[in-house]
């Protein structure tokens, strides 16, 4: 049985939700850390909540909000004649919502350690908050970018429960490779088990390894 439709569609599902993600955590993430609206810990605990919600009660809940029946879910029916769930794009609406904390926890992280005297000096120039964003901010808060990114590429690769929960096992389709390490155990393919496994054990720990690499020489990349 080969896996690399599984490999191919999970890599597309990755690269899709981190540049969403990335576009996402920029503007939410500048307003976390710039904000002093009594709101802000609300917002900072809805964006951690994928954290510590199951991801099958995550699932669930999206998967009520995807059907045909719903109103996200009837919007889709009629703008693309087929069902948000059990399909790829549902699968990149879960994935952006469940990994949205590991994309914006470090650009805020990042853009808290910018330095206030960096920001109110392109205010004195005349720079909009705008400006100071992607003129000043940004760039000193790239590795908490390159941070956000690289978590949220590697978390989307290892999700599970939410994609089962929401795109099901269909293969070609919405069978990504947890899915398909999941299906090895289940028919006693251990040989495809244990080398999807090994490929994403390598890939966490690079992944973390690359990490603590950027948050040891600083520059705001700090996650949490």
Same mark, same amino acid.
């Given at each position: 049985m080969s896996v690399?439709? !599984?490999v191919?569609l999970?890599?597309?599902?990755?690269a899709?939700?981190?540049?969403?993600l990335?576009l996402?955590?920029i503007?939410?993430?500048?307003w976390?850390?710039?904000? %002093?609206?009594?709101?802000?810990?609300?917002?900072?605990?809805?964006?951690?909540l994928p954290?510590?919600l199951?991801p099958?009660?995550l699932?669930?809940?999206l998967l009520i909000?995807m059907?045909?029946? !719903?109103?996200?879910?009837?919007?889709?029916?009629?703008?693309?004649?087929?069902t948000?769930a059990f399909?790829f794009?549902g699968?990149v609406v879960? !994935?952006?919502?469940?990994?949205l904390?590991?994309a914006?926890q470090?650009m805020?992280s990042?853009?808290?350690?910018?330095p206030?005297s960096a920001?109110?000096?392109? %205010?004195?120039?005349?720079?909009?908050g705008?400006d100071?964003?992607?003129?000043?901010?940004?760039?000193l808060?790239r590795?908490?970018f390159?941070t956000?990114?690289?978590l !949220?590429?590697a978390h989307?690769i290892?999700e599970?429960?939410v994609?089962?929960?929401?795109?099901?096992n269909?293969p070609? %389709?919405?069978?990504?490779?947890?899915?398909?390490?999941?299906?090895s155990?289940?028919?006693?393919?251990?040989?495809t088990?244990?080398? =999807?496994?090994y490929w994403?054990?390598? =890939?966490s720990?690079?992944?973390?390894?690359?990490?603590y690499?950027l948050?040891g020489?600083?520059?705001?990349?700090?996650?949490?």
């Amino acid at each position: 049985m080969s896996v690399w439709p !599984s490999v191919w569609l999970t890599l597309q599902l990755a690269a899709v939700t981190t540049v969403i993600l990335m576009l996402i955590a920029i503007p939410l993430g500048w307003w976390l850390a710039t904000t %002093r609206a009594r709101t802000r810990p609300l917002f900072e605990a809805i964006t951690a909540l994928p954290l510590v919600l199951p991801p099958t009660v995550l699932g669930f809940y999206l998967l009520i909000l995807m059907r045909p029946d !719903s109103a996200i879910g009837g919007l889709w029916v009629k703008a693309t004649g087929s069902t948000l769930a059990f399909s790829f794009p549902g699968l990149v609406v879960a !994935s952006v919502i469940y990994s949205l904390p590991f994309a914006v926890q470090p650009m805020q992280s990042a853009f808290t350690a910018v330095p206030r005297s960096a920001l109110d000096a392109a %205010r004195t120039l005349g720079a909009s908050g705008r400006d100071a964003l992607f003129t000043v901010a940004l760039p000193l808060a790239r590795r908490g970018f390159l941070t956000g990114a690289v978590l !949220s590429f590697a978390h989307t690769i290892g999700e599970f429960g939410v994609v089962l929960m929401v795109g099901g096992n269909i293969p070609g %389709r919405t069978r990504v490779v947890s899915i398909e390490v999941f299906n090895s155990v289940e028919t006693l393919d251990y040989a495809t088990a244990h080398l =999807l496994s090994y490929w994403l054990l390598v =890939l966490s720990l690079s992944v973390l390894t690359l990490v603590y690499f950027l948050n040891g020489r600083g520059g705001g990349a700090r996650v949490g």
